[in-house]
């Protein structure tokens, strides 16, 4: 990984700081971007403390004319990139059952066009260049709907489709894509959460060795923990529509009164 070009959109906190820091570790190159400038700025400390060469990118991956800028600033800094690990992201709760227009265009708005617009910026250099991955952080959330959080899941469904489409637009072409589908990792989304209510909880640093792990290893969909995605993936996601309704329905009304507690 010396001397790698990685991009990592969303590196002020969670998984996407500590990724940096462990790429940092391994002589890569650092774009890191995020909204929080102090954050982002100690995301670039924490790097170069680390060995690694931060370029500390401030703004918001919605904005097209942001990402556009920052893409300019990678291309004079190193010429272009040789990962894109996308990762920013958004989860709202709602409740009460009637969706909220905003609260889906805000986290669309992130989880998915963040995506796009960074895919545009970057795909023309790297099939050029017939070499790069691109990485989209997706959810083990995208594969039901679940009570409370239909923004995010319908976004992650969503990612996934999208990055799907683009895999196989871009077979043969140098350039990989990569989904990675996480499930619960210690995080400022997660930190909202009942620690009870999250199986298989992973800390951070774990999580991420496991999502760099699986990317690096060519993998064109990355799941962890393995517990957590085999439940969900061979288990909740074909269960019959009847019987989901019925288990989620009564998990909603736990998460409800975990709610009204805290
Ligand atoms: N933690 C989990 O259990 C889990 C599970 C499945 C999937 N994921 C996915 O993992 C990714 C990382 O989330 P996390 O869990 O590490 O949560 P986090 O600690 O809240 O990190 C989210 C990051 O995204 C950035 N971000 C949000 N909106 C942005 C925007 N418009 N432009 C640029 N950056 C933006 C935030 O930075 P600023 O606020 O400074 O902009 C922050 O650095 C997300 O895509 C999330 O959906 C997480």
Same mark, same amino acid.
């Given at each position: 990984? !010396?001397?790698?070009? =990685?991009?990592?959109?969303?590196?002020?906190?969670?998984?996407?700081?500590?990724?940096?820091?462990?790429?940092?570790?391994?002589?890569?190159?650092?774009?890191?971007?995020?909204?929080?400038? #102090?954050?982002?700025?100690?995301? %670039?400390?924490?790097?170069?403390?680390?060995?690694?060469?931060?370029?500390?990118?401030?703004?918001? +991956?919605?904005?097209?004319?942001? +990402?556009?800028?920052?893409? #300019?600033?990678?291309?004079?800094?190193?010429?272009?990139?040789?990962?894109?690990?996308?990762?920013?992201?958004?989860?709202? !709760?709602?409740?009460?059952?009637?969706?909220?227009?905003?609260? *889906?265009?805000?986290?669309?708005?992130?989880?998915?066009?963040?995506?796009?617009? &960074? @895919?545009?910026?970057?795909? /023309? #250099?790297?099939?050029? %260049? $017939?070499?790069?991955?691109? %990485?989209?952080?997706?959810?083990?959330? %995208? *594969?039901?709907?679940?009570?409370?959080?239909?923004? *995010?899941?319908?976004? $992650?469904?969503?990612?996934?489709?999208?990055?799907?489409?683009?895999? =196989?637009?871009?077979?043969?072409?140098?350039?990989? =894509?990569?989904?990675?589908?996480?499930?619960? +990792?210690?995080?400022?989304?997660?930190?909202?959460?009942?620690?009870?209510?999250?199986?298989?909880?992973?800390?951070?640093?774990?999580? +991420?060795?496991? @999502?760099?792990?699986?990317?690096?290893?060519?993998?064109? $969909?990355?799941?962890?923990? &393995?517990? @957590?995605?085999?439940?969900?993936? *061979?288990?909740?996601?074909?269960? /019959? #529509? &009847?019987?989901?309704?019925?288990?989620?329905?009564?998990?909603?009304?736990? &998460?409800?009164?975990?709610?009204?507690?805290?």
């Amino acid at each position: 990984m !010396t001397g790698r070009r =990685v991009l990592i959109t969303g590196a002020t906190s969670g998984l996407g700081r500590e990724a940096a820091l462990q790429l940092a570790q391994r002589g890569c190159r650092l774009a890191v971007t995020g909204r929080r400038l #102090d954050r982002l700025q100690e995301t %670039a400390s924490l790097i170069r403390e680390r060995g690694g060469e931060a370029l500390p990118l401030h703004g918001s +991956v919605s904005d097209p004319l942001d +990402v556009g800028s920052h893409y #300019d600033e990678v291309r004079r800094a190193w010429g272009g990139l040789d990962w894109a690990l996308l990762n920013a992201g958004v989860a709202v !709760t709602q409740e009460g059952g009637t969706p909220q227009a905003q609260d *889906y265009r805000r986290v669309f708005e992130t989880n998915v066009f963040g995506v796009v617009h &960074w @895919m545009e910026a970057v795909l /023309p #250099d790297m099939i050029r %260049a $017939k070499s790069g991955t691109i %990485a989209g952080v997706s959810s083990l959330a %995208a *594969y039901r709907g679940l009570p409370g959080s239909g923004a *995010y899941c319908a976004s $992650k469904a969503a990612l996934n489709t999208l990055l799907e489409s683009a895999r =196989v637009e871009l077979r043969g072409t140098g350039v990989r =894509v990569v989904t990675v589908c996480p499930g619960f +990792v210690r995080s400022e989304i997660t930190d909202r959460n009942d620690p009870e209510e999250m199986a298989f909880f992973l800390e951070t640093p774990a999580g +991420v060795r496991l @999502m760099l792990r699986g990317i690096e290893q060519g993998e064109a $969909k990355v799941f962890f923990p &393995w517990q @957590m995605s085999l439940l969900v993936r *061979y288990l909740l996601a074909r269960l /019959p #529509d &009847w019987l989901y309704d019925r288990v989620a329905s009564r998990r909603s009304m736990k &998460w409800r009164e975990c709610r009204s507690r805290h």
